[in-house]
């Protein structure tokens, strides 16, 4: 057998088959993208099961409900109704006037006629007006915004940087950046107002859980005293003027 030559380091059969490995980062980031799931919840029983990121659609396990999963890319007129556990992003070009829209995500940037709820978080970038209600856990209006709500907007926690007009219950909290300017009635567990940021109308802070049509705290009224001979029920509201 021939001496090895002089400056060659000689390799075993098993080192040498030991650089042709594929590093283990490389193969931790193989198995993370061949297998990143999520969770996602039924519309009808709310029993939430896992899926794969990748899928369009699946079936509840729960109630065999299907469900969607698609994104949705509004560039036109749309009209039908979307109940996705996916995104929905309305482009300045689109026209979405469909009754009810609930996904996960949204970004507003074109004319929406509807109601919209997002599960998670919602981008408003739009001058113009919402008729219908909108919620999310949580809402930023960006800087170039400039918007009108007609209804009520429900939310956890939304920071305002542009202009907005609206009436808005938060359970969480209300943050006006200093470019952001917000007109109208505010109930919230708390409000946070940058310098330079404007707010104009009636606030109630502390309070999240108000029921349609509430907007300052109840007051107790005097209770009547009691009659001989008449018995006391439960105390009904007054019908709203």
């Known amino acids: 057998?021939?001496?090895?030559?002089?400056?060659?380091?000689?390799?075993?059969?098993?080192?040498?088959?030991?650089t042709s490995e594929v590093?283990?980062?490389?193969k931790l980031e193989n198995i993370w993208n061949r297998q990143r799931n999520r969770v996602v919840s039924?519309?009808?029983?709310?029993?939430?099961?896992e899926v794969s990121d990748q899928a369009?659609?699946?079936?509840?396990?729960?109630?065999?409900?299907?469900?969607?999963?698609?994104?949705y890319k509004v560039t036109t007129s749309f009209s039908r109704t979307i109940r996705t556990r996916g995104d929905v992003h309305l482009t300045n070009k689109g026209d979405l006037s469909s009754t009810s829209v609930i996904c996960r995500s949204g970004v507003i940037e074109g004319?929406?006629?509807?109601?919209?709820?997002?599960e998670e978080s919602m981008t408003i970038d739009l001058v113009g007006k919402?008729?219908?209600?909108?919620?999310?856990?949580?809402?930023?209006?960006?800087?170039?915004?400039?918007?009108?709500?007609?209804?009520?907007?429900?939310v956890t926690n939304i920071d305002i940087k542009g202009r907005m007009s609206a009436e808005i219950v938060a359970s969480g909290a209300v943050t006006i950046r200093k470019t952001g300017t917000l007109e109208g009635n505010v109930t919230a567990k708390s409000i946070a107002i940058e310098k330079g940021g404007m707010f104009s109308g009636q606030l109630v802070i502390g309070q999240a859980n108000l029921t349609q049509g509430e907007l300052l705290p109840e007051t107790k009224s005097a209770e009547p005293k009691a009659k001989p001979d008449v018995s006391v029920g439960a105390a009904h509201p007054l019908p709203a003027t």
């Open 111 to 118: 004319k929406l006629r509807g109601n919209l709820q997002c």
């Open 1 to 18: 057998m021939a001496a090895p030559k002089p400056g060659v380091v000689a390799k075993s059969a098993d080192e040498s088959a030991g």
């Open 56 to 71: 369009t659609s699946t079936n509840c396990p729960g109630c065999s409900a299907h469900i969607d999963l698609r994104d």
């Open 130 to 154: 919402i008729p219908g209600r909108i919620a999310a856990q949580s809402i930023v209006v960006e800087r170039k915004s400039d918007i009108q709500c007609f209804r009520r907007v429900t």
């Open 23 to 26: 590093p283990l980062h490389r």
């Open 42 to 49: 039924c519309f009808e029983c709310k029993r939430k099961h």
